[in-house]
């Protein structure tokens, strides 16, 4: 049973504009959470992550909002660059990590 | 400044045979983990470990051996190849098991198992 769920496989956004990613989890003890991104032939990369006492955690283009009464978390990217695209995996952390199913998000020019 | 190193990056084998996937990093972590990634499924804990000579099961341990005898290094073992076994596999390093500790990821290993 997968306790953190990507319910969009894939985005599609032109360059420029707001990229939307968003994940829902079902354990309530996650403290923290975490998103990954991954080109193809690599492993993924930290991006960012948002502590479960906070509701916003900003980094450049990236920002990360935590809803924890609707237990739904979305990472923003203003403005979106072709290479943002890329395989994003929602996680959160408790004993250990869990990830989602990941979204792939393409950047038209 | 390697990171995370994972060898081999393909591997084909026949149902029943063996083999290790290699894990090292370089950057003194004590956490190491083992994940494999399946379409749809996201990436999903085999066995981890928090120090040299520490390990225990993630969430799908069945068929898989880990031993950790030095900081950097976390052998993955298969023991008897099975097709369920076909998977991208990658192995993962940080500071600390804590939560807020992100995850160094190595390339992956794409294993086939016919």
């Known amino acids: 049973d997968q306790q953190v769920k990507q319910n969009s496989p894939s985005l599609s956004v032109q360059e420029g504009r707001i990229s939307i990613l968003n994940c829902d989890y079902t354990?309530?003890?996650?403290?923290?959470f975490l998103w990954y991104k991954k080109y193809p032939a690599e492993g993924p990369t930290f991006l960012i992550s948002?502590?479960?006492?906070?509701d916003k955690n900003e980094d450049g283009r990236f920002t990360v909002f935590l809803n924890k009464s609707a237990k739904h978390l979305s990472l923003h990217i203003v403005p979106s660059q072709p290479g943002d695209s890329a395989v994003y995996f929602c996680?959160?952390?408790?004993?250990?990590?869990?990830f989602g199913a990941g979204t792939t998000v393409t950047v038209r020019a | 400044n390697a990171g995370v190193t994972q060898t081999p990056k393909f591997q084909v084998l026949k149902t029943g045979q063996s083999m290790t996937l290699q894990c090292a990093q370089d950057?003194?972590?004590?956490?190491m983990s083992w994940y494999r990634q399946d379409p749809g499924m996201g990436l999903r804990l085999i066995h981890y470990?928090?120090?040299?000579?520490?390990?225990d099961q993630g969430e799908v341990p069945n068929g898989y051996n880990v031993s950790r005898s030095t900081t950097e290094d976390f052998p993955l073992r298969l023991l008897s190849a099975a097709p369920s076994q076909t998977s991208v596999y990658f192995c993962?390093?940080?500071?600390?098991?804590?939560?807020?500790?992100?995850?160094?990821f190595g390339d992956g290993t794409r294993l086939s198992i016919l």
């Open positions: 993962a390093s940080s500071y600390s098991r804590q939560g807020n500790q992100p995850q160094h």
């Open positions: 354990n309530s003890m996650f403290d923290y």
């Open positions: 948002i502590s479960s006492i906070k």
């Open positions: 996680a959160a952390s408790a004993t250990h990590v869990s």
């Open positions: 950057m003194n972590h004590e956490y």
């Open positions: 470990s928090v120090g040299a000579g520490i390990t």
